[in-house]
């Protein structure tokens, strides 16, 4: 479990309580809790809808701040969301990879890198290991490997840094699409119109 203190907090007493649980979460968005990234699994903890015990990779530790926080008793982890072992990297198999794509987009950090009908492989320094690539490939070529020597776990904050700028330039690019879509729209309707 990477501390809060990975999280930048300007002023604690300005946060809501699912911003201060978003703050104490890995940032890895594996949605093994059940929701569709941290930030959903915090809303649902303040709100009463989630139990605390629901992220695997905070494990123990992150459940027990999750307690202190709330002021709850701490929890084992919910078994049914998985284990707290580290899962390692994921790893592409060169020989077996496609360059279909699919697995480009299910990866909230970017760890993977590559192109349409190009070979794909996986930045182990950015992989936080949130499986969410595994059922995205059609010829089964990603498996997740041990990290190797040495190498650690991105911390929360780099976690949230690359999700948020992945965010940010995904929400570029469907505002750029639309744009273009609506331009092309309108030169059709001036086009016909003229006709």
């Known amino acids: ?35 569709d990234g941290c930030r959903p699994y915090a809303q649902a903890v303040a709100s009463g809808a989630a139990a605390i015990n629901r992220c695997p990779p905070g494990g123990s530790a992150g459940i027990a701040a999750l307690a202190a926080l709330l002021g709850c008793e701490s929890l084992p982890l919910d ?20 360059g279909c794509a ?10 993977i890198v590559g192109a349409q009908r190009y070979l794909h ?13 595994l059922s995205s490939c059609p010829v089964d070529c990603i498996v997740m490997r041990p990290r ?3 190498g650690t776990a991105p911390t929360a904050a780099e976690n949230r ?12 690019s469907a505002r750029a ?5 609506a331009e092309r729209k309108r030169l059709a309707a001036a086009g016909s119109g003229s006709q």
Do not use: K
């Open 1 to 35: 479990m990477n501390s809060s203190a990975d999280a930048p907090i300007d002023d604690i007493a300005d946060l809501t309580v699912a911003d201060r649980i978003d703050a104490l979460l890995p940032q890895t968005q594996c949605r093994r809790c059940g929701f």
């Open 79 to 98: 078994r049914e969301c998985g284990s707290e072992d580290d899962p390692g990297v994921a790893w592409i198999d060169a020989q077996a990879c496609i």
């Open 102 to 111: 699919r697995c480009l987009p299910p990866c909230p950090v970017d760890a």
């Open 121 to 133: 492989t996986v930045l182990e320094s950015r992989c936080n290991g949130c499986q969410l690539c």
């Open 148 to 150: 190797a020597a040495g």
């Open 161 to 172: 840094s690359r999700y948020e700028s992945r965010r940010e330039r995904t929400q570029h």
């Open 177 to 181: 699409l639309a744009a273009l879509l």
